[in-house]
């Protein structure tokens, strides 16, 4: 986000779109939860992104309180409480800006979301924490894939979330063909690298790097119980 606005107009437009397609899922599921209907809802989220676009959003952002996650949350609201209703099949199919938003599977997701428990709200802060790991542990992969380690990469990732793997060293050690020790060093910079990598993620959604520890607190904080 704060490389977004240092750009220029084009450069900026392509970070915005990049972001919106990578958490457009929040969104949609706080509109699901505000009680709108799948096809409404999917209505809503494509134009109220595609209005973003339109409309310079970074520019409007306040710095000192620019992180793309609230202010983002914040600009639905005002876009819901207008009652901005313009997207329709013809308008899908004409000048609307298109965006790969896969709201099959959002519906899908949703479905799997807990029934009464979250408000709008919450549901919108834990799927935006999810969203950014998912967005690192992808980058994670890729990086294992391009060095021709995948099975690695799908072996480790059981001692990535600090709880004990049901499956011990020494056995994987042996699965892998490696010793106890090695497992471990790999696991440890497994660790490392992800967390580098959520800090990276991160970063692309606040305006000043040094929100980054911040966010990252209110990351786990949404996700605890």
Not at 9 to 33: D, G, M, N
Not at 118 to 142: D, G, P, S, V
């Amino acid at each position: 986000m704060l490389a977004a606005r240092k750009s220029t107009a084009a450069e900026s437009k392509q970070a915005l779109t990049t972001l919106c397609e990578a958490y457009w899922y929040p969104l949609y599921a706080f509109v699901r939860r505000r009680g709108y209907q799948p096809e409404e809802a999917q209505d809503l989220t494509q134009e109220f992104i595609a209005t973003l676009l339109e409309k310079d959003f970074l520019k409007a952002a306040d710095r000192e309180r620019g992180r793309f996650r609230s202010f983002l949350l914040a600009s639905l609201k005002h876009f819901l409480a207008k009652e901005w209703r313009r997207a329709s099949a013809q308008k899908r199919g004409g000048d609307m800006i298109h965006l790969s938003l896969d709201f099959k599977d959002g519906e899908a997701r949703y479905g799997r979301e807990p029934a009464h428990e979250l408000t709008a709200e919450k549901i919108y802060e834990r799927r935006w924490a999810m969203t950014l790991l998912e967005q690192a542990f992808a980058r994670l992969r890729a990086e294992f894939v391009a060095a021709g380690k995948l099975a690695l990469y799908e072996n480790l990732t059981l001692y990535v979330g600090g709880d004990k793997a049901t499956v011990p060293y020494r056995e994987l050690a042996e699965r892998l063909g490696m010793t106890e020790g090695s497992v471990k060093v790999a696991v440890h910079r497994l660790r490392r690298r992800c967390r580098d990598l959520l800090r990276a993620e991160i970063a692309e959604t606040v305006a000043s790097p040094k929100d980054v520890d911040e966010e990252l607190r209110d990351l786990f904080r949404a996700l605890g119980p």
